[in-house]
T-cell receptor
Framework: GNSVTQMEGPVTLSEEAFLTINCTYT??????LFWYVQYPGEGLQLLLK?????DKGSNKGFEATYRKETTSFHLEKGSVQVSDSAVYFC??????????????FGKGTKLSVKP | DTGVSQNPRHKITKRGQNVTFRCDPI?????LYWYRQTLGQGPEFLTY????????KSRLLSDRFSAERPKGSFSTLEIQRTEQGDSAMYLC????????????????FGQGTRLTVV
């Protein structure tokens, strides 16, 4: 079946460090891939997405590239800030054209950034 | 529009009681989803509606669970005869699907209802 595996947390970094959170997936067909972020006390928010192979999603300095050959969608940021502290979820859907009929989430990775 | 609204934010109930949660999606969003999230896990899909029609239900949705969206606007999720294993955060999300079946917006999530069964 379809599934998402992301690296275990928590991840603790110093401000301005480079961030990578690994995400790999198993899916039939051609899934769309997403990163969601959950800040403390808030709901899930879409951070970025990619709907086909080799697409790069980007937002707020974060990037992720849809790699079909390695079935991966790793999240990266060149210089993290304290305000990036949150839980990050990788997700996929196989809905038509990226329509999100059913999002499948990874377990989440908690990021803590220290000043 | 203030986004997806869920009520109540917290609910504590005794085992065996029935509970009902409400979700008000973003106006004009035709899709509405329910997810469940337990501690240390990602959200798990429960069910979704296209307007008032319930189109898909996860096997996680036992017969004690029922969801409705009677007029294609707000939705309710009811759990009958609650069990301790039902303790979780219940998330609602909504999105807009275009007439061509392609997405017009991503899924916007509410802040959730945290259920504790004691």
């Amino acid at each position: 079946g379809n599934s998402v595996t992301q690296m275990e947390g928590p991840v603790t970094l110093s401000e301005e460090a480079f961030l990578t959170i690994n995400c790999t997936y198993t899916a039939t067909g051609y899934p769309s891939l997403f990163w969601y972020v959950q800040y403390p006390g808030e709901g899930l928010q879409l951070l970025l997405k990619a709907t086909k192979a080799d697409d790069k999603g980007s937002n707020k300095g974060f990037e992720a590239t849809y790699r079909k050959e390695t079935t991966s969608f790793h999240l990266e940021k060149g210089s993290v800030q304290v305000s990036d502290s949150a839980v990050y979820f990788c997700a996929l859907t196989t809905g038509y054209g990226g329509s999100q009929g059913n999002l499948i989430f990874g377990k989440g990775t908690k990021l803590s950034v220290k000043p | 529009d203030t986004g997806v609204s869920q009520n109540p934010r917290h609910k504590i109930t005794k085992r065996g009681q029935n509970v009902t949660f409400r979700c008000d999606p973003i106006s004009e969003h035709n899709r509405l989803y329910w997810y469940r999230q337990t501690l240390g896990q990602g959200p798990e899909f429960l069910t979704y509606f296209q307007n008032e029609a319930q189109l898909e239900k996860s096997r996680l949705l036992s017969d004690r669970f029922s969801a409705e969206r009677p007029k294609g606007s707000f939705s309710t999720l009811e759990i009958q005869r609650t069990e301790q294993g039902d303790s979780a955060m219940y998330l609602c999300a909504s999105s807009l699907l275009g007439l061509d079946r392609g997405p017009r917006t991503e899924a916007f999530f509410g802040q959730g209802t945290r259920l504790t069964v004691v």
